[in-house]
């Protein structure tokens, strides 16, 4: 294969496809990646073919072999995370340290999955019938297709992928068209890890294309999603309508609540992190900073000069504390929210303005709003940008309402110094993901993620909770 050019992999082949699509550096536009498949529907019902024929043997694989494989995956990852973060930096634009902690993640999570290969026990229950024996136990679900977006590029395609082979399923993964090679350098280690042919097949192409072609395909037993809601709804239409397994995540609008009684500097180093880290770019990011009447001047006077201090650069220079924006159509949709906020009477207390530290790139100063109120778009419209509004609020009873006032549900957040406001906040959250004294976003991975009401659909990714989407459960009566 020559340098710069890369294939899908389908049936354990890498194999050309007739059309290519450049990747493109967003920290700088001159910086041609490399060149990507743009695969065509004959591409992915090869893909699904050459699954559905491994899944044959490999649903019958041995925890050994899967463990060995996870493994073996799992180490090269973290041997590797240097180079895969630098990858990824480059083509998501998020910064270096980043990049490689994201790296350390999917290698993390290899491992984990590894380990859940072995610990895949069944129950026997006593039957209600005399001389009856019944076993519980999970089986494959089949092929699962996958459909990932654009903000982790290999966290997320490895707490799929991980999962679905580690319970002894086939899968074909199609990652988002703008950031393929780390979802490829994932697949690359896991084939030479001792794959099977067809166990896992990748195929890079447009979600109208690919995307299409694996929902509607009757050989894809499961579909597993993460991207924007309005996807994600149309995927889960046509999947539930031919009986397929869904599992969707979605957007947020994840609320973090300031208490009077916060620590400052907690409250303020969790929403500079929550909101603007990994350019606001994360589905569990705090984009309403919900803040009561009696710490509110301080706290935003204290964000403000906390964000004069941030650094927006090259997401591969040392010292940039925040990396660009992914592509010039999400910078459009980030800039169009600040003219909406501003429309609506939102007051710009800092940022906002496209900056350009010497290179082409999408770069934009993160965003903070005050004076803005819950009736406003940019406090009900997911922006996914590095744009933040504070809302005013009397007490803590305000906050939470105000936290629970959202279409969405995946991540929420407070800042507090009470047990009893924290206690009763983990509870009353209406949110997938609690935090107390800690950003809206970063999270374990051997535990569950996900959301409720319009943020999630289907059962729980990561942790021991993923067996529920990868696996279906038999129960077996034996008369003695
Ligand atoms: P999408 O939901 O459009 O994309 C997510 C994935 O779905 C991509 O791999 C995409 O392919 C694929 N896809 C697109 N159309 C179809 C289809 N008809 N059938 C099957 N698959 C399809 O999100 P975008 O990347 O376009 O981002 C748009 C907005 O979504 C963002 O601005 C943000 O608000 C939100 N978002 C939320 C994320 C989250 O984690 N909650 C993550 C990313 C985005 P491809 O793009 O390669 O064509």
């Known amino acids: ?256 609540v300031v208490l009077d009684d916060a620590d400052i500097d907690v409250a303020v180093g969790a929403a500079v992190n929550g909101a603007f880290f990994s350019t606001g770019q994360r589905c569990t990011a705090s984009s309403r900073l919900i803040v009561t009447e009696g710490i509110h001047d301080k706290f935003v006077a204290a964000m403000i000069e906390k964000l004069k201090t941030v650094k927006v650069g090259d997401a591969l220079a040392e010292g940039t504390d925040i990396g660009p924006v992914v592509d010039e159509s999400q910078l459009k949709q980030d800039l169009s929210y600040i003219d909406i906020a501003r429309q609506e009477g939102g007051k710009l207390a800092f940022g906002g303005e496209l900056l350009q530290p010497g290179k082409k790139g999408f770069y934009l100063q993160p965003a903070l709003f005050t004076e803005t109120s819950m009736s406003m778009r940019i406090n009900r419209e997911e922006v996914f940008g590095p744009v933040a509004s504070v809302v005013k609020v009397k007490n803590y009873e305000e906050a939470l309402a105000a936290a629970n006032d959202t279409i969405f549900g995946l991540s929420s957040g407070i800042a507090t110094t009470s047990l009893k406001y924290a206690t009763h906040f983990k509870r009353h959250a209406q949110a997938g993901m609690v935090m107390v004294n800690l950003p809206t976003a970063g999270v374990d991975y051997h535990v569950p993620f996900g959301g409720r009401k319009g943020s999630s659909y289907g059962p729980r990714e990561q942790g021991a909770y993923a067996r529920e989407f990868y696996t279906t459960v038999k129960t077996a009566y034996q008369l003695a």
Not at 15 to 44: H, R, Y
Not at 227 to 245: D, N
């Open 1 to 256: 294969m020559p340098e710069g050019t890369f294939q899908n992999l389908i049936g354990g082949e890498w194999v050309k496809a007739d059309k290519a699509t450049s990747n493109i550096n967003p920290s700088d536009l001159s910086d041609v990646i490399g060149e990507f498949p743009s695969a065509s529907k004959a591409d992915t019902e090869a893909a699904i073919a050459a699954a559905r024929e491994a899944f044959k043997t490999w649903s019958l694989s041995t925890p050994q072999q899967r463990f060995d494989i996870l493994d073996a995956a799992a180490n090269e990852v973290l041997a590797r995370k240097a180079e895969l973060g630098r990858i990824l930096s480059r083509e998501e634009g998020k910064t270096l340290p980043e990049g490689i902690g994201e790296a350390a993640r999917a290698g993390q999570i290899l491992k984990f999955f590894a380990g859940e290969t072995l610990r895949l026990n069944g129950e026997l229950a006593p039957s209600v019938r005399p001389g009856v024996s019944v076993e519980i136990t999970r089986e494959p679900v089949g092929v699962i297709g996958m459909i990932t977006p654009w903000n982790f590029p290999i966290a997320i395609p490895a707490w799929k992928i991980a999962p679905a082979l580690a319970y002894g399923n086939c899968v074909v993964i199609k990652p988002a068209e703008l950031v393929p090679h780390s979802a490829w350098a994932l697949v690359d280690i896991l084939q030479r890890a001792g794959l099977p042919k067809g166990v896992l097949n990748l195929v890079i192409g447009r979600g109208s294309v690919v995307g299409e072609t694996i929902v509607q395909s009757p050989d894809v037993d499961a579909i597993t999603f993460t991207g924007s809601v309005e996807t994600g709804k149309a995927i889960a239409a046509k999947a539930v309508a031919r009986g397929a397994k869904v599992q969707l995540e979605m957007g947020g609008k994840n609320p973090f």
